[in-house]
Nanobody, 128 residues
Framework: QVNFVESGGGLVQAGGSLRLSCAASDASDSGRTFTMYTMGWFRQAPGKEREFVAAITPIGDSTYYADSVKGRFTISRDNGKNKVYLQMNSLEPEDTAVYHC????????????????WGQGTQVTVSS
């Protein structure tokens, strides 16, 4: 099992910025290292399905983005701290959702089923 601490969500006006942070820890104390795990962010708006936002490979050499956020959002990670970040700029009301941190041993993917562990999420609300 993996514990996540997600932070950085909040209320912002359209055009503003937020930086989400997610710290992962091994709840099973098995010595799991997240340097072997893909990490990513998904989001879920009310009444909609969970959708892919961004993913980053284990050593951070490649990143992937949904078309809707490309050029506005940047995913990064700090393996020394077991953290993943999502810098969100030029936010739009359509970005309003609960943002979930996720991790898994599979390669970076836009499909939620490829990920093994999920955080509870942090709310992002963008006002027009």
């Amino acid at each position: 099992q993996v514990n996540f601490v997600e932070s950085g969500g909040g209320l912002v006006q359209a055009g503003g910025s937020l930086r989400l942070s997610c710290a992962a820890s091994d709840a099973s104390d098995s010595g799991r290292t997240f340097t072997m795990y893909t990490m990513g962010w998904f989001r879920q708006a009310p009444g909609k399905e969970r959708e892919f936002v961004a993913a980053i490979t284990p050593i951070g050499d490649s990143t992937y983005y949904a078309d809707s956020v490309k050029g506005r959002f940047t995913i990064s990670r700090d393996n020394g701290k077991n953290k993943v970040y999502l810098q969100m700029n030029s936010l739009e009301p359509e970005d309003t959702a609960v943002y979930h941190c996720t991790t898994g041993r599979g390669g970076a993917s836009m499909f939620s089923g490829r990920y093994d562990f999920w955080g509870q999420g942090t709310q992002v609300t963008v006002s027009s």
